[in-house]
């Protein structure tokens, strides 16, 4: 048995069947885009720790970071004792992503810790209960943001959920936009949301919406800029604060800081984790000043937020995004994983659609070239056959159906396009 065999048999054994598997593969050690699993074998990582590796696997600047301050103080508590890191990290962020004149910044564990915070900060503020989100959209796995997660193989039996949340579609323009152009289609969308709001929660009783403007776990749907646009002009019309989940979608994925960035919109309050730290659990939510401070005391915290190594990380971790120019690396990995993937779809049926934004890039599979039909299997097999041919993906949409890449962004181009080779040579031989 090879080690990775019993790497995944001891598995098996003492973790639950639950926490999934999203590729058949074990890892010893990674370096920049590059996993070796436990028996030697060198992988190509399309994965990026689920985007949490924009700027690579442990960049030395960033191992030192978290060496460094380790040696001085791993913890004592944001709430117990104020430290320097914390606020430098805070001052950074708030500079980097400012929410109107004035902006706050409250630290995480996580993205769904980011979501739940985000969400009691704005029914705090507005005095309302409703919050709406979105089909497809994936918030995390705690019980606010499951209740807002789309896909309901996520939820099974772990219900019941957060009152007062209301689910409207997105505008996927792919399945249902025939017949209309995209800004036509946006604005079907908003009439739609107008009447919502007399058909399901009134506005008056809408603390926020929360949405991402890249779905990530829900297949990497883009929101079209002239709805997003709307959007926010709803939100300050009705007094509902906007959220943007930017977890996936954000520090250089997309080719800026924030997705949100490519449509002039700024959100009231925004959420954040995954590559902010390098891969250290760290997390944040940004917001405009005077609603942070409305939350009443002790109502947000908790003991590990802002731990000093994760601040340590996350430091490093920015800095070095500035030196290499991650938002460029973004733009960059994007132009050729989408020149890649629409000649894909020009040469086999199988791809029904490729989307995305920057460097958050996918492609659809589906049957007879049907947005209806999705194609899981044949997604599954994909996989399968790039992990025996050396390249680590993972899919996406809530049917399992969309392959997608996040591929450290600082990947070589020869490295890049060997992977999207193995890619497409699994599309050719499945599909013959």
């Not at 993906?393 to 181009?413: Q, T």
Request: net charge negative.
């Amino acid at each position: 048995m090879s080690n990775s065999e019993q790497l995944l048999a001891k598995r098996k054994k003492y973790v639950p069947n639950a926490i999934g598997i999203f590729n058949p593969s074990t890892a010893e050690h990674a370096s920049g885009a590059i996993i070796t699993d436990a028996d030697g074998r060198e992988m190509i990582d399309f994965a990026g720790g689920i985007g949490v590796v924009n700027a690579g696997h442990c960049p030395p600047p960033v191992v030192a970071a978290i060496a460094e301050q380790a040696a001085k103080m791993i913890h004592c508590s944001f709430n117990v004792a104020t430290y320097d890191l914390y606020l430098q990290l805070a001052e950074k962020l708030a500079t980097l992503l400012p929410h109107g004149d004035s902006t706050k910044v409250m630290l995480t564990n996580s993205g769904a810790e980011s979501v739940e915070n985000a969400i009691k900060i704005a029914r705090q503020a507005t005095g309302r209960p409703a919050v709406i989100c979105y089909e497809s959209g994936f918030h995390g796995r705690t019980m606010m943001a499951m209740t807002l997660t789309s896909k309901v193989g996520y939820k099974l039996g772990c219900g019941p959920f957060a009152p007062e949340v209301y689910r409207i579609p997105f505008p996927d323009y792919y399945r249902y936009g025939k017949d209309l152009s995209i800004d036509d289609f946006s604005d079907v969308h908003l009439r739609e949301l107008e009447t919502f709001f007399h058909t399901h929660v009134p506005a008056d009783q809408v603390a926020a919406i929360i949405m991402e403007p890249v779905q990530g776990e829900g297949g990497f749907n883009v929101v079209p800029a002239k709805y997003l646009r709307g959007l926010r002009e709803v939100c300050d019309k009705y007094g509902i604060l906007l959220i943007l989940d930017e977890v996936q979608s954000g520090f250089g994925r997309t080719g800026k800081w924030a997705a949100y960035e490519h449509y002039g919109v700024t959100p009231d309050i925004s959420t954040w984790a995954k590559s902010m730290g390098s891969g250290m659990p760290i997390g944040a939510v940004i917001g405009r000043a005077h609603i942070m401070d409305a939350c009443k005391p002790s109502t947000i915290g908790g003991t590990y937020p802002g731990n000093p190594v994760c601040c340590a990380a996350s430091l490093a971790t920015i800095k070095y995004m500035e030196e290499i120019d991650i938002n460029a690396l973004g733009t960059k990995v994007g132009d050729i994983v989408r020149s890649r993937f629409e000649a894909m779809k020009a040469k086999y049926n199988a791809v029904g659609d490729v989307r995305g934004l920057g460097a958050m890039m996918a492609f659809e599979l589906v049957i007879d070239g049907d947005p209806f039909k999705p194609d899981d299997v044949l997604c599954k097999k994909l996989i399968s056959y790039c992990a025996q041919h050396g390249v680590i993906v993972i899919n996406a949409g809530v049917n399992g159906n969309v392959i997608r890449v996040l591929s450290p962004l600082i990947i070589d181009e020869a490295l890049l396009n060997a992977g999207l080779d193995v890619i497409e040579a699994g599309l050719a031989e499945l599909t013959a």
